[in-house]
Structures are given as C-alpha cells and as structure tokens.
C-alpha cells in the first residue's frame, strides 16, 4: 500500500511544488485554521496519506508558504542595489521590487498577509515580517536626514502607509485583468512619492 502512493501521485501530477500551490489556494479561500488535511486531500483528489508523502503536516505547508513571500522580501533586500546610493532611491526600488514580488507570487504574499500569530510558525513568519519593516523604516530615516523627503511625517508612519498601500494590491488585484507588476509600481510610486519628497 505504502509502496503505491508514490505511482498514485505522478499519476494525478502532484509533486510537492503542486501540493503547496494548491495548498496555499485552499488556505487563503478557507483560512489556515479553517483548514483541515481532509479538504486538503479532496482540493488535491488524493487521500489524506497521499499529503503524508510529500509533508509532514498541514503546519510545515504554511511554513513553506510562508517562506515563500517572505524570501523574496530578504533577497530583494540583500540585493546589491537596495544598499548603495541615495536612501530615496534605495526606498524607491524597494517598494518597486516589493510589488513585483507581490505580483509574481500572489497566493504567498496574501497568506502571509492574513497571519495573525495563531502559532509558532505564525509567530516566527510575523517577526520576519517586523524585520523587513525596521529595514524599510530605516531607509524612511535616512531619506528624512538626508532632506529627501519630508521629515515632518514619522519614519514608522511612512512604513506603514507605503506598505499598506503595497499590501492592499492582494485584495483586488487579478492578474488576468490587472495591470503588470510595472504599471503598479509606477502608479503606485507616483501617488505616494509625489506627496514624500521634499
């Protein structure tokens, strides 16, 4: 029985980048909490050990999902360019790089998005989140220092409202209808840096 499961999974296709994509679907229509290994099992038309082979359980999905947005934030930011030059320009490409990232992996970003800390693998995704922030914070610091932008409007302030500008994209944007990663970030830029830079 055990030996099957393998020739029942390239059967159906499944592989484990297909079980986490179709996961991570099923998570953001029911929530993670509201998700069980069994409406897992039938969104993928395998039985529940079928999921067994590929993960160890439904907590080890989320954090691969998870994962999944919140790496591409920390290699944009370990990127040559979101450290050399003028913070306003480091600012800029960071929130334009945080929209294609946003973009390109949708289902992650909005997960990760509606995480509210329920578990350690929450908790843990949460904080790395904090960490991107202090980045971005900084960089709102050293434009304000350096005259770029405004200096009467607070640095955690201007985070926030930049990135919830970013991260509302997840609510209404479909990417058969919607504009490119491009188009969004210029508009988006050009909305909210108008009203920054000094």
Do not use: C
């Amino acid at each position: 029985m055990a030996a099957s499961t393998p020739i029942r999974q390239r059967r159906r296709g499944h592989d484990p980048e297909s079980v986490l994509s179709i996961a991570v679907g099923v998570f953001n229509e029911r929530g993670y909490d509201g998700t069980s290994m069994e409406d897992l099992a039938r969104a993928l038309g395998v039985t529940k050990s079928a999921i067994y082979y590929h993960v160890p359980g439904k907590e080890q999905l989320l954090a691969r999902a998870l994962d999944r947005a919140l790496d591409g934030l920390f290699e944009m930011v370990a990127d040559h360019r979101a450290v050399p030059g003028p913070a306003i320009e480091r600012l800029e490409w960071v929130v334009r790089h945080s929209v294609r990232i946003l973009v390109e992996r949708l289902p992650y970003v909005t997960l990760l998005l509606r995480v509210r800390g329920n578990s350690p693998t929450e908790l843990a995704a949460l904080e790395r989140r904090r960490e991107f922030d202090r980045f971005v914070s900084g960089l709102v610091k050293e434009a304000a220092a350096d005259g770029s932008i405004r200096a009467d409007v607070d640095p955690g302030l201007v985070t926030r409202l930049l990135f919830g500008t970013v991260n509302s994209i997840t609510e209404w944007y479909q990417p058969a209808r919607g504009g490119s990663a491009d188009e969004l970030a210029d508009g988006l830029l050009k909305m909210t840096f108008g009203g920054l830079r000094v």
